[in-house]
Each structure stands twice: as C-alpha cells, then as structure tokens.
C-alpha cells in the first residue's frame, strides 16, 4: 500500500535510508526537513508484513515542467516485489498531474542494477558527473519524458 509519509515515518526511512546508501545517507533531519519543503512529495510502501514498516519510499520535487526523483529506496529483502516500480510509477503520475514534462534522476554509474530498473522504464542518461559519490563513482543524470 502506498501513502503520503507522515512524520512517524521519518526515523524508519532514516534507518532504511542509511541501510541503503551508507556514506551518501541522508539524515533523520534531511528527510524531516524534506517531507514539509515546498514542492516535495515523499511517498512510503507500507511493509506487507509489519504495517507499520516502511518496504520503500520515494522523494520527488517538482518545480514548473521539470521534477526530480531525489530518492527512491526498498528494502533489500523486498526488492524485485514490484515495490519500487509502483513507487516510480505514482510520481511519475503525480509529476504530470503537476505539470512536469520531463523526470530527471541520478544514479551511481556502480549501481547496475538501479541504472537498468530506470532504463527499463524509458529513462536514458543525458550527463554523468565524475566522482560525484563518495565512493568516486560517478552520477548518472537520467531523463524520461512525461
């Protein structure tokens, strides 16, 4: 089931969030700080197993024709469950009905296996920025249109 995050959510995705990109986590604070900014969507997957888990959840920002994915993560052992597809696939619905014309999104050219989920779903790369993660792996910009 997917839903608006709530502030109870906050320290569940932080622990998520952590879990998943390490060094390049954003913190309790920065996703507090990103579910009541302008312009934001944050989006959870509740855990089918434990409702008041967090199985993913996804960060989007739109600003006129343009919106970012900031964020998607799924809980490992939930991954290839359709989790981040129904995410995506919501704010990419949400950012049309705002207005957008195009998604961006950046990945780390070391994560294969995100870098296909998007190309899967129409997303090509149009820039890379060269040591851009901690770990010196460059970002991917990826783009679909909407």
């Known amino acids: 089931m997917l839903r608006p995050a709530r502030t109870a959510d ?3 995705v932080a622990l998520l969030e952590a879990d998943l990109f390490g060094r390049d986590a ?3 604070e920065q996703i507090g700080a990103e579910l009541s900014a302008p312009g934001r969507a944050m989006l959870v997957a509740e855990d089918p197993a434990d409702r ?3 199985a993913g959840y996804a960060v989007l920002g739109v600003q006129g024709d343009l ?3 900031l964020r998607i993560g799924v809980d490992p ?3 290839r469950t359709g989790v ?3 995410l995506l696939a919501h704010l990419l619905g949400a950012a049309r009905a705002a207005g957008a014309e195009r998604m961006l999104l950046e990945v780390s050219e070391a994560n294969t296996g995100a870098a296909a989920f998007y190309a899967a779903r129409g997303f ?3 820039h890379r920025r060269p040591r851009y993660y901690r770990d010196d792996a460059a970002a991917l910009v990826l783009q679909r249109a909407l």
């Open 84 to 86: 981040a597809s129904a």
């Open 77 to 79: 052992t939930l991954r």
């Open 67 to 69: 919106a970012d994915l």
């Open 10 to 12: 906050v320290a569940r």
């Open 52 to 54: 008041s888990g967090v």
């Open 124 to 126: 090509v790369e149009i």
């Open 26 to 28: 954003w913190s309790e």
